[in-house]
């Protein structure tokens, strides 16, 4: 996100005015977040288990893909997902095995970022595991959860022989993500520059980061 001094618009006839702007940059791995989207995960746990006992489910961490030209430019999305599923998987106390990350939403003939989230529900449906699709970079419901995931995915799932195809709600107003977001506007506000990160900030690689980016231009 970037952040810049800007200027609003006024009635004709009178000057514009400037107001400096403050953003949080970024909140991968922000408690409330990660708390909201464990305890998320842990009831469609439960349900899965719950439906089939025998089989440990696998967790499919999803999030929208982007074109891997993009992706090694030094843009921090990849980044920053994967530091939100490294945190939701300590929260959980998943184990190696138990978890993957995927990308959806592949539109187009570039190369995108992997591993596809269908391919992952494909292996998992053949396998006979559960399967458990956790949104972990939407926050809202929209077409790429409710059509994507919710229809076809679940068609793809049950194609290929899925018993158990679950999807976990995006945190929406979940009150622990709403607490977070508030502790994120009021770190931002008490902060002395434009840019606020919730936590640990993009490595160096992630040259397209406001924050990197801010702190290039300094050295």
Same mark, same amino acid.
């Given at each position: 996100?970037?952040?810049?001094?800007?200027?609003?618009?006024?009635?004709?006839?009178?000057?514009?005015?400037?107001?400096?702007?403050?953003?949080?940059?970024?909140?991968?791995?922000?408690?409330?977040?990660?708390?909201?989207?464990?305890e998320l995960t842990r009831a469609g746990?439960?349900?899965?288990?719950?439906?089939?006992?025998? /089989?440990?489910? #696998?967790?499919?961490?999803?999030?929208?893909?982007? +074109?891997?030209? &993009? =992706?090694?430019?030094?843009?921090?999305?990849?980044?920053?997902?994967?530091?939100?599923?490294?945190?939701?998987?300590?929260?959980?106390?998943?184990?190696?095995?138990?978890?993957?990350?995927?990308?959806?939403?592949?539109?187009?003939?570039?190369?995108?970022?992997?591993?596809s989230t269908d391919e992952l529900i494909?292996?998992?449906?053949?396998?006979?595991?559960?399967?458990?699709?956790?949104?972990?970079?939407?926050?809202?419901?929209?077409?790429?959860?409710?059509?994507?995931?919710?229809?076809?995915?679940?068609?793809?799932?049950?194609?290929?022989?899925? /018993?158990?195809? #679950?999807?976990?709600?995006?945190?929406?107003?979940? +009150?622990?993500? &709403? =607490?977070?977001?508030?502790?994120?506007?009021?770190s931002a506000r008490a902060g002395a520059?434009?840019?606020?990160?919730?936590?640990?900030?993009?490595?160096?690689?992630?040259?397209?980061?406001?924050?990197?980016?801010?702190?290039?231009?300094?050295?």
């Open positions: 996100m970037r952040v810049r001094t800007t200027t609003s618009r006024s009635p004709r006839g009178c000057p514009a005015q400037s107001s400096p702007t403050r953003a949080v940059c970024c909140y991968p791995a922000e408690a409330g977040f990660i708390a909201a989207l464990a746990m439960a349900e899965a288990r719950q439906r089939q006992p025998q /089989g440990t489910p #696998l967790v499919i961490f999803t999030a929208h893909g982007l +074109p891997m030209k &993009i =992706a090694k430019s030094g843009d921090p999305y990849v980044e920053r997902v994967d530091a939100t599923c490294r945190a939701l998987v300590t929260a959980l106390g998943l184990e190696d095995g138990d978890w993957e990350l995927g990308f959806q939403s592949r539109v187009g003939p570039l190369a995108w970022v992997g591993p494909v292996a998992a449906a053949e396998a006979k595991r559960p399967i458990l699709l956790v949104p972990v970079a939407f926050v809202s419901e929209h077409s790429e959860t409710l059509v994507e995931l919710d229809i076809e995915y679940r068609k793809l799932a049950t194609e290929n022989g899925a /018993g158990i195809y #679950l999807r976990v709600p995006v945190v929406g107003t979940h +009150p622990a993500f &709403i =607490a977070g977001l508030a502790r994120s506007v009021a520059g434009p840019f606020t990160a919730i936590g640990a900030r993009c490595s160096p690689a992630a040259s397209r980061c406001p924050l990197v980016l801010a702190a290039n231009k300094g050295s």
